[in-house]
């Protein structure tokens, strides 16, 4: 692997390379709207950069500087639909001189894939019992499939059912959608006048990885699926439980097929690897298309302090990334990223989902100043941009951070 990011790197300076290499930057990402999932990719264009632009112009004299992010779900929109909007976000971005960054989801939402999660309705498109390897299980058994999840993005929706990370028909879905994107993001790139080579911050792949987290299961699950979401149950999430986090225990698909285990009790290592490994696996397949180890970022996520779930972002093809929350205030104070830097070879990290529970300039200013206070950090990625419209303090804060920069 690391021949492969030599060549990565000789054919970034061939293209003509014109990185600020000490600069930081703090990134806003872009919800994209229905539009998006409407067949409307243009939400993604030059309006969308304009509105950041007419608070945050460039600041290319400054070692902290400002960018745009968005996060292609390439499941949930026909291929030609992300394509398009992936183009569009380039060319935006290409025209008003603005660094982005490319998220690149494969786990989240999966609806325009059927074909991939549909064991149980023989009336919908893409039914096959097969299936039901390529979600997870409640036991050792696809007989325990699920047919349905839950997500708390600030309020519960029900969502499919968690992919299983290691089945190879998901994974190599996964791995033919990073050959169709990343190509392209790449090309955008080589075509780059010298003075712009810098306008791609990076590549970002997963997105807050890990079993039960962002798509949980209830016990007895399955049998709410025919029912209304009124008779959904609301259970708190439990960080302090690395395997369940307070609900139905999943991850039984993934570590059989995995190898790991086929009997017994789940361990905590045991989702950690098979997240480890799922990440690696797009890591390498991303850096075997030419992305170089700078430029190419895995998101992590860990909620009780210092579990091994932390350790999923590291590996030898990218840089590992985390979302901030609870330790938005002073990463520097999260146990479980710092474990992890010490460990990495990785010549950045990122804070590549934050978000501090303030809306007051000064607290942002120094939560903000922390963060970028490790010259590693390569970019904080807030969100999201529309969040930040009812709170005027942070962006008064971040104007700070940018301005006191040299």
């Given amino acids: 692997m690391r021949t492969i990011h030599v060549i990565g790197a000789l054919l970034f300076l061939l293209g003509g390379v014109s990185a600020a290499e000490g600069a930081q930057y703090i990134v806003f990402n872009r919800a994209p709207g229905q539009g998006m999932y409407q067949g409307e990719p243009d939400s993604l264009g030059r309006k969308a950069f304009d509105e950041v632009l ?8 400054k070692r902290v500087q400002t960018g ?20 569009v976000f380039l060319a935006a971005a290409e025209e008003t001189s603005t660094p982005v ?36 299980w409640t036991g050792w058994s696809s007989d325990q499939a699920i047919k349905i999840a839950w997500r708390d993005w600030g309020k519960q929706v ?34 780059l006048p010298a003075e712009k080579k810098h306008l791609l911050i990076g590549i970002k792949l997963g997105h807050e990885t890990s079993i039960g987290g962002s798509a949980y299961h209830f016990e007895g699950g399955n049998d709410l699926f025919a029912k209304p979401d009124a008779d959904d149950p609301v259970l708190p999430f439990d960080a302090e439980n690395v395997l369940s986090r307070g609900r139905a225990q999943i991850g039984y698909a993934a570590v059989k097929t995995s190898g790991i285990r086929t009997s017994g009790s789940l361990i ?22 030419g ?25 030898p093809d990218s840089c590992p990334a985390w979302s901030f929350y609870q330790h938005a205030a002073d990463p520097r104070q999260d146990t ?3 474990r992890n830097l010490s460990r990495s070879d990785a010549p950045h990290w990122a804070a590549c989902e934050y978000w501090l529970a303030s809306g007051d300039a000064n607290a942002w200013h120094d939560a903000l100043t922390k963060t970028l206070s490790d010259p590693r950090c390569r970019y904080v990625c807030i969100f999201n941009w529309e969040s930040m419209a009812a709170f005027p303090g942070i962006a008064n804060g971040i104007h700070e951070v940018v301005d006191s920069s040299q």
């Avoid at 992010?69 to 992300?82: A, K, L, M, N, Y």
């Avoid at 180890?293 to 350790?311: C, P, Q, S, T």
């Fill in 54 to 61: 007419s608070q945050f112009p460039n600041t290319t004299d």
């Fill in 68 to 87: 745009m992010s968005h996060i292609f779900s390439v499941f949930r929109t026909p291929p030609e639909t992300t394509v398009k909007a992936l183009r």
């Fill in 101 to 136: 960054v490319v998220q690149i989801d494969t786990e989240h939402w999966w609806d325009a894939r059927p074909d991939l999660w549909n064991w149980w309705d023989s009336t919908k498109p893409g039914f096959d019992p097969a299936n039901r390897e390529n979600v997870e």
């Fill in 158 to 191: 029900r969502v499919l059912p968690q992919p299983n990370l290691a089945s190879p028909p998901y994974v190599e879905a996964c791995k033919a959608e990073l050959r169709r994107l990343v190509p392209i993001v790449l090309e955008w790139h080589r075509k």
């Fill in 268 to 289: 905590e290592s045991d989702l950690r690897d098979v997240c480890q490994r799922y990440l690696a696996t797009l890591c390498q397949e991303a850096a075997q298309l």
């Fill in 291 to 315: 992305v170089p180890r700078d430029k190419l970022f895995a998101h992590g996520v860990g909620w009780k302090d210092d579990e091994l779930l932390y350790d999923a972002p590291v590996n």
């Fill in 336 to 338: 479980g990223v710092q």
